[in-house]
């Protein structure tokens, strides 16, 4: 069965700062990884997906990478700010059940003024 | 726009009561979920549809139950509500291809007094 880790699972950097999340999963024979962003009480806000076939996406001060072979994604946050505040979240599709996709448990990411 | 709406956004009700919590996307996607998800916790995969008058239970065992009667709507039913079912629920659409990721619903808050 496939898992999907989430270290830290709460970070709080200052302004201005770089930051990376990490995705960790176990079954490397993946169809596709997709990060989200959540606010409190609201629903899931796609960021980037990464195709098997892929090794990066980037839209805007966001970069992700896959790493199949070590079973490791990372979201890069270029110059965060208070507004990119939410929970970091990954889900991993595998080859072998494409239907549906497993959730690893968040970053809550916490961006002092 | 293509998108996924989710009504109501907000509901309170006495136990006991029955409930529909509706899903509708715009995109044709064949696959629709249901998951659950706690203040601050993880979610939880409880109905999934793969299209047209199939439905499957996920991974959290629910009292409730779905239908798939139009690939755009997929309906989530408590037949009788109790507190134990206060929780807010997202609903989600996907189709097949690596090129394609979840896009969520903006959930609803239930809460059963």
């Known amino acids: 069965k496939q898992e999907v880790t989430q270290i830290p699972a709460a970070l709080s950097v200052p302004e201005g700062e770089n930051l990376v999340l990490n995705c960790s999963f176990t079954d490397s024979a993946i169809y596709n990884l997709q990060w989200f962003r959540q606010d409190p009480g609201k629903g899931l806000t796609s960021l980037l997906l990464i195709q098997s076939s892929q090794r990066e996406q980037t839209s805007g001060r966001l970069n992700a990478s896959l790493d199949k072979s070590s079973g490791r994604s990372t979201l890069y946050i270029a110059a965060s700010q208070p507004g990119d505040s939410a929970t970091y979240l990954c889900a991993v599709t595998i080859m072998r059940d494409a239907g549906k996709s497993t959730f690893g448990d968040g970053t809550t990411l916490t961006v002092k003024p | 726009e293509a998108d996924i709406y989710q009504t109501p956004r907000y509901l309170v009700i006495g136990t006991g009561k029955k409930i529909t919590l509706e899903c509708s996307q715009t995109?044709?996607?064949?696959?629709m979920y249901w998951y659950q998800q706690d203040p601050g916790m993880e979610l939880h995969l409880i109905h999934y549809s793969y299209g047209v008058n199939s439905t499957e239970k996920g991974d959290l065992s629910s009292e409730s139950t779905v239908s798939r009667i139009r690939t755009e709507h997929f309906p989530l039913t408590l037949e009788s509500a109790r507190p134990s079912h206060t929780s807010q629920y997202l609903c989600a659409s996907s189709e097949w291809g690596a090129s394609y990721g979840y896009t969520f619903g903006s959930g609803t808050r239930l809460t059963v007094v």
């Open positions: 995109m044709g996607h064949d696959k």
